[in-house]
């Protein structure tokens, strides 16, 4: 996530953190470094500006914190200027007194509305809420039969009348359908075009009018970074937005939009798409998405994407073979599939910090089919093998390669990366992590 933003940031201020001391020379340096590194990602020119110059009035104004060396000092102040600029602090939804609250989506054709209806929609499910889809888009046949599919799919609520074409009587029926049924959420897919037009716009308001939705969310393609910006501006000026959903995180965004909405519209980002499956919608965390920026890694989402999908038991036996130094291969094959069910493992990588012993683990680009091939092999061997890897000799392991249909360099690949991992779990449950996290604690 923003990897080419995050790789040109911890450079900078790597070159700071170990400065006894930090003169006006060394801020203004870091600052134009900075100021160019966020041109890069797409940030608009004054806004860039601007934070660079509440960078360098922090850095060069304040006295340095005793427990810490004038070069983390400045970090910090980075640190602390990036939360502000993505938002401050995480924004909630809003719900009505009297439900069912409507959450009305908008946003240019493209930019993953339908789809992200349904990830919110899934999102609110989890989250004890009962939600109704209901698509107006009339246009675009395939946009209703897409929402239909996905409600399908993951057993959400969802209406439809086929035989009615107008947006604003089909918004109306949702309603009238979400509150007779018992739902507590109307989600109103709405109609996007290639460009904001009059049209559009008169189209949406008709809609707002006829159903008050308590949040005017705007679905934007961070991939297309400023232009993403633009149309938040536009469509907060005509419809009075509350919040934005970023989609496309996952890929390769330069970062202008994440940095630049709240600011140009003075609205939250309160999603972010991190992929297709439906459940890849993340609440958008100010102070993470910093964190992960500059390389301190965002632990709290990834403890909580552990707790969704790890079995508790199954965590503690496991983290009792570790420290009994009894992780078999058996245990590296469970290991990947709880992991694998966390989402994609470069995303799950990315949430570590990219500092101390782990310094890199973040940029590691992983082929998820290597993880199937993976398991392939482990399950090709007998309990014996599995037990204990010393006693896989040449003939064993062509005996396996015939098996999974891999090659015996593979399984040799293999057994390297297992003890490896084994060597870096045995560390971290000695006391690196630990010694890490502390080493991570900022000053409030």
Known sequence: MLDGLSNKLQKILRNL???????????????????????????????AKEFVERVKQRALGQEVLESLTPGQQVIRVVRDELVELLGGEQAGLGFSKQPPSVFLM??????????????????????????????????RPAAVEQLRVLCAANRLGYFDDPADLDPVSRAEKGLRHARNGGYDVLVIDTAGRLHIDDEMMRELDRIRTATPP?????????????????????????????????????????????????????????????????????????????GRILGMGDVLSLIEKAEDTV??????????????????????????????????????????PNMGPLRGIGQMKVDEKELIHIEAIIDSMTDAERGNHQILNGSRKKRIARGCGRPVSEINRLLKQYVETRKMMRSLSRGIMPRLMKGMKLPR
Request: aromatic share 4%.
């Open 214 to 290: 308590v949040e005017v969310l705007l679905v934007a393609d961070a991939m297309t970074g400023q232009d993403a910006v633009r149309s938040a501006r536009e469509f907060h000026e005509r419809l009075g937005l509350t919040g934005v959903i970023l989609t496309k995180m996952d890929g390769d965004a330069r970062g202008g939009a994440a940095l630049s909405i709240k600011s140009v519209t003075g609205q939250p980002i309160k999603f972010v798409g991190t992929g297709e499956k439906v459940e890849a919608l993340e609440p958008f965390f100010p102070d993470r998405l910093a």
């Open 311 to 352: 079995d508790r038991d199954q965590a503690e036996a496991m983290a009792e073979k570790i420290r009994k130094d009894a992780f078999t291969l058996e245990d590296f094959r469970d290991q990947l599939k709880q992991i694998r069910k966390m989402g994609p493992l470069e995303q799950i990588l990315g949430m570590l």
């Open 106 to 139: 908008v946003g240019l054709q493209g930019s993953g509305k339908t789809t992200s209806s349904a990830k919110l929609a899934q999102w609110l499910v989890k989250n004890n809420h009962t939600p109704l889809l209901v698509s107006v888009d009339v246009y």
């Open 17 to 47: 953190s170990g400065q006894g001391r930090v003169s006006e020379r060394h801020v203004e340096e870091t600052a134009r470094e900075i100021r160019n590194a966020l041109l890069d990602a797409d940030v608009h020119f004054k806004l």
